[in-house]
């Protein structure tokens, strides 16, 4: 069976982002960029599956979208343990959309034979979680997201997966090949070793361009898009903080007359 795994890159969480002044962007100098966390996740779930059907019988691949610093993720995802790697990368899929994204995984993936998909429920940069669920349209594959267990049939070729809806839980059975969302609860990712990180910089990335993937440059253009990003603008500051003197009984009293005439919250 083959079984891909999407892997993005994104900020780390700490790191503080800076806008461009002309806010077309993020500032990247110095931004260290790491594997999306719901990314690992998935990853994760593709080698446990891989191990549960006996380790020879699945080959795992880490895909990723994105510039040259995208590689590096892919470097994470084979010191995790995967079996291939494949970067598409292109100035053509910069500012891509989360449809027009799809298009090209799908582009990427359409002619692959794979059996089963992964992928993270959303990235932490943007939150939209659109791209997994396109796809799998795209494909004409089932869907579930938001999984947080997944129960394998003997065979392999269908699940009953758990996913978490708000309130509650819902069981979905579906057949392979289908594309599964993960989200946080079902699997703990784990650590890439250091000989295995070592090991992970001599493994070959498949590189695939726009015309690898037979991708006309119009179909990525902004006007070929259904949404773009406008603009990118940085949070107000953030008012000073206000001390409130006296004794603490005069100041419960002031600080709730502020709660409610000032700001308006009670």
Not at 39 to 44: I, L, M, T
Not at 165 to 193: C, H, M, N, W
Not at 215 to 231: C, H, K, N
Request: include cysteine.
């Amino acid at each position: 069976m083959k079984v891909l795994a999407l892997v993005k890159h994104v900020p780390d969480s700490t790191t503080k982002i800076a806008v461009k002044d002309d806010g077309s962007g993020i500032e990247t100098a110095g931004v260290k960029f790491v594997m999306n966390p719901f990314c690992e996740f998935a990853v994760e779930a593709a080698l446990q599956f891989r191990e549960k059907n006996g380790g020879a019988k699945a080959e795992v691949t880490a895909m990723s979208l994105g510039g040259e610093t995208a590689v590096e993720v892919l470097r994470t995802a084979y010191a995790m343990g995967v079996d291939h790697a494949v970067h598409l990368c292109d100035e053509k899929f910069a500012n891509l959309d989360d449809l027009a994204t799809a298009r090209v995984l799908a582009a990427a993936i359409k002619d692959q034979a794979f059996d089963l998909i992964f992928a993270g429920k959303y990235a932490i940069d943007y939150d939209r979680g659109q791209v997994g669920p396109a796809l799998a349209e795209y494909l004409g594959w089932p869907h579930v997201g938001t999984v947080t267990g997944i129960d394998w049939s003997d065979d392999f070729k269908s699940a009953t997966a758990r996913r978490r809806i708000e309130g509650a839980e819902e069981t979905v059975e579906v057949q392979l090949p289908a594309l599964f969302a993960i989200d946080k609860g079902y699997v703990e990712a784990r650590y890439p070793s250091l000989p295995g990180l070592m090991k992970a910089k001599k493994k070959p990335v498949d590189v695939k361009d726009a015309a690898a993937l037979g991708i006309d440059a119009a179909e990525l253009s902004r006007e070929a898009m259904s949404t773009w990003m406008e603009q990118y603008t940085p949070p107000p500051p953030r008012p000073p903080g206000r001390m409130i003197e006296g004794e603490p009984e005069e100041a419960v009293k002031e600080l709730v007359r502020i709660l409610r005439d000032d700001e308006k919250l009670l």
